[in-house]
């Protein structure tokens, strides 16, 4: 049994890792297309004095910089990327009145895929053209330019000069920063064959080939991937567009909150809705959003709570009864007082945890980040050795793949046979460079780069639709790894809201209402579950509370006052033993009795003597046994977690089948983060998951693996634990499980699939077949790849919303 008095609560809820040296500057950062192009933006910010941390997303295209405070210009940040090539805007806080410094990502974005749609249209006609010229004398017959190779030569140029400018130039200027990036690769490779191919046409008596349809294949292919990539991109934000989305714009002031003046039309004023203060009383009709966080003041109405708890039944709402913003007002005209505004609503922090979550990396993304800081330099240095090797080395001992295998790549890359000149020498050299080209494209470092993020794009938007709030991909590898969930008993597996059962009078001087009294007098200046039972049970009895002073409680025991000149002592067992008062035989059996029941019993002392017991009993939440037979039938061991007598924490256990082994009753608060502690630190390493209410369970949180609060505890919630459960719903603990596993499982089959496509596509476009197959991985073929790893990336992570827990 555990009474805590309401400056302790107090005490508690001040978030236990709020860093108070510290503040974090968003930038939204644009010009990334790899997991190169992250890794440079993070060392280019990561120089700056004083910024302690940097993390980079690319799906979402967002810096968040930790600083000292007052040791960093954030201007000079996006000075200092723009100049780099990555234009750059800070996220600033929405100030009323000023549209204009609301930075608008999402334009921005469209504005980027419009560019790339028109890119990829020129491209595929110059494709197109350059396609049809190879389907033998179909085209040549009635256009007969078709097959003329300068017309060729004129595709490639113009392939080049426009649809191919951006990417060429963002090559250019990574190069030149010393973070050669992807564009650096393709950009490389298109002009590498583009000089050969002119090279060839310019002086014929060199023997050359002409392959000028290698730049245009090359750059189509690369610009269809990515338009497919950034519309991938886009539906995995669909849930945190929908999310922000939901604030509302405006509210209706009720300038003078009369009752009688409630009514009237003139009594209000449309304003922005991020210009309400607290205090202040609002109008909400049918069909309109929540502004802000408040309480009802005047009528009645049914709220739709789904975007907060993804639960679709309408809430019932009444004079004093909490609403929250971005809710919808369905079926009646209220008023509300303004409790919480801005920053400070719930869905505000909400959008704030869920888009800090997205920029929170997995550990495992720490490998494919190592590789991608130096994947582009690898893979240029793999290029050069496979020339080298094919030029000096490969067409020596494989002489009989020269000619071969320059027709067969020829044939296979779409290349006109008749521009093919039969000169061993230089077919050697040729073959080398398109091998050495192949393998310079064929690299994707941006399949690295939105393995992780894409999938927490999906992950924790899918989770905040359905009420589940994950904190990030360290959180998602975190979950994979736990073995054991520990629940909280008062206000977890149970509904929090016991009421008293029993009132046993031992002393035969005490009447039964006379104990209600003097407990409810010393309950009266402690705030606790148990505690209210017995105030509403002296309430529902209609008794006189008596006044009661010098109250003093410890943690987990029990509260003593004095009461009408008598000292009063209410607790268990072990607090009267601490304060010497006896117990006899039958207050033994029959608080025994009472403990085996399941029911919590508290004992009342009166001037050193036992007076009675009280017993209070709290039910289970309906969901409960459920929730527990799901997580075992998941493979965890289910534990329960007490500050109660272990009768009654048995009795709970029992109804939920779970064994006495797994009971660890009598803990009190300050010991509960100790208790996780030894189970984590025992004889075998125990990844364990508190569930808890966010307030008591605090340091409890904190100490394990992961987190998992009820909403109830809104703001300890938020800043303590690791997932957060919006409906108060213990069957939501295994569904955020569930989804956690499932999004740390897409996120390793897209690393996998990463490293797959370049472990096997490079080998390939080295020629590694080509001496005992005759087979190679063109140019072409390779840009068509590597735009087809990336495209897949996305696509595997939007399929996670496939996925119901």
């Known amino acids: 049994m555990q009474l805590i008095p309401k400056s302790e609560i107090l005490i508690e809820s001040v978030p236990p890792t709020k860093i108070l040296n510290s503040e974090k500057i968003i930038l939204d950062v644009g010009g990334m297309k790899c997991a190169g192009c992250v890794n440079a933006v993070e060392k280019q910010l990561i120089q700056h004095s004083g910024v302690k941390s940097v993390c980079v997303n690319l799906a979402t295209e967002v810096a968040v910089v930790e600083v000292e405070i007052g040791t960093v210009d954030a201007e000079a940040l996006v000075q200092g990327l723009t100049a780099t090539g990555f234009p750059s805007q800070l996220r600033t806080a929405k100030s009323a009145g000023d549209k204009s410094a609301i930075p608008n990502p999402e334009a921005r974005q469209r504005q980027e895929m419009q560019g790339i749609v028109r890119q990829l249209g020129i491209a595929g006609l110059l494709l197109l053209l350059s396609g049809i010229g190879h389907f033998g004398n179909i085209g040549s017959v009635i256009f007969p330019f078709l097959n003329d190779i300068w017309f060729h030569c004129g595709l490639a140029t113009i392939a080049i000069m426009i649809p191919g400018r951006p990417i060429l130039v963002e090559g250019w200027l990574g190069w030149r920063r010393g973070a050669a990036n992807m564009n650096t690769l393709i950009g490389l490779g298109t002009l590498t064959a583009y000089t050969a191919s002119l090279v060839a046409l310019l002086f014929p008596q060199m023997g050359w080939e002409c392959f000028f349809d290698e730049p245009v294949m090359m750059l189509g292919f690369i610009l269809l991937g990515r338009t497919l990539e950034k519309q991938a991109r886009g539906r995995a934000a669909k849930a945190f567009r ?27 004023m449309e304003i922005p809705a991020e210009q309400v203060r607290v205090g202040e009383w609002l109008q909400v009709l049918p069909g309109d959003k929540i502004p802000v966080d408040g309480e009802v003041r005047f009528g009645q109405t049914t709220i739709d709570e789904s975007m907060l708890t993804g639960e679709v039944v309408p809430v019932m709402k009444q004079p004093g009864d909490p609403v929250t913003g971005g809710t919808l007002n369905q079926s009646g005209a209220i008023a509300i007082q303004a409790t919480r505004t801005g920053d400070d609503t719930i869905l505000a922090q909400i959008v704030a945890l869920v888009e800090a979550a997205q920029t929170r990396k997995a550990p495992v993304q720490k490998l494919a980040d190592t590789v991608a800081g130096y994947f582009t330099y690898g893979v240029l240095t793999a290029a050069g050795l496979t020339f080298l090797f094919w030029y000096l080395l490969g067409t020596h001992l494989w002489p009989d793949v020269t000619m071969s295998g320059a027709m ?25 460079l398109k091998l050495a080209i192949a393998v310079m494209v064929v690299a994707c470092p941006c399949a690295l780069g939105l393995a992780t993020p894409t999938a927490i794009l999906v992950g924790t938007g899918m989770g905040a639709e359905q009420g589940l709030l994950i904190k990030g991909g360290d959180v998602l590898e975190k979950v994979h790894k736990l073995d054991t969930v520990v629940f909280d008993k008062t206000g977890t597996l149970t509904t929090g809201k016991p009421t008293v059962t029993d009132c046993l009078v031992i002393a035969e001087s005490t009447l039964p209402s006379s104990l209600i009294q003097l407990a409810a007098a010393v309950e009266s200046g402690t705030y606790h579950p148990l505690a209210t039972a017995i105030q509403q049970e002296a309430k529902a009895r209609e008794l006189i509370i008596p006044h009661a002073v010098d109250f003093h409680t410890e943690p987990g025991m029990g509260v003593s006052a004095v009461v009408e000149g008598k000292k009063v002592l209410l607790g268990n067992w072990e607090w009267f033993h601490h304060h010497q008062i006896k117990i006899n035989e039958t207050a033994e059996q029959q608080g025994q009795r009472l403990a085996t029941d399941g029911k919590t ?60 082994t797994d009971i660890m009753a009598g803990i009190p608060p300050a010991q509960k983060a100790a208790t996780i502690q030894s189970l984590q630190c025992g004889k075998i390493n125990t990844f364990v998951a508190m569930v808890g209410d966010g307030i008591n369970d605090a340091p409890a949180l904190s100490q394990a693996d992961v987190g998992i609060a009820l909403h109830s505890g809104t703001d300890v919630a938020m800043e303590t634990a690791e997932i957060i459960l919006m409906r108060n719903s213990l069957t939501d603990v295994v569904k955020s499980i569930q989804l956690s596993r499932a999004t740390f499982n897409t996120i390793r089959q897209n690393l996998f699939w990463a490293f797959a496509y370049n472990t096997i596509g490079i080998p390939l476009a080295a020629g590694i077949l080509l001496p005992a197959y005759g087979f190679v991985l063109g140019p072409a073929s390779a840009a068509a790849l590597m735009a ?3 495209v897949s990336v996305v696509t595997n992570s939007i399929l996670l919303r496939r996925f119901v827990p």
């Not at 067969?408 to 073959?431: E, R």
Request: net charge positive; hydrophobic share 50%; glycine share 6%.
């Open 601 to 660: 019993v508290i004992g009342v002392a009166v001037d050193g003597s036992l007076a009675g017991l009280i017993a209070v009993s709290d039910t289970l939440r309906p969901d409960a046994k459920t929730a527990v037979d799901k997580l075992r039938q998941m493979g965890l061991r289910v534990m329960l977690l007490s500050g109660d007598r272990l009768e009654a924490a048995k009795a709970i256990a029992k109804q939920l089948g779970i064994a006495n």
């Open 242 to 268: 929908q999310l922000l989305a939901l604030a509302p714009q405006t509210a209706r002031l009720i300038i003078n909150p009369e009752p009688e003046k409630l009514i009237s039309g003139a009594n209000i």
């Open 408 to 432: 067969a790549m020829a044939h296979n890359m779409g290349n006109n046979p008749q521009h093919l000149v039969p000169h061993t020498q230089y077919s050697a050299l040729l073959i080398s």
């Open 788 to 790: 087809f790893s990336s």
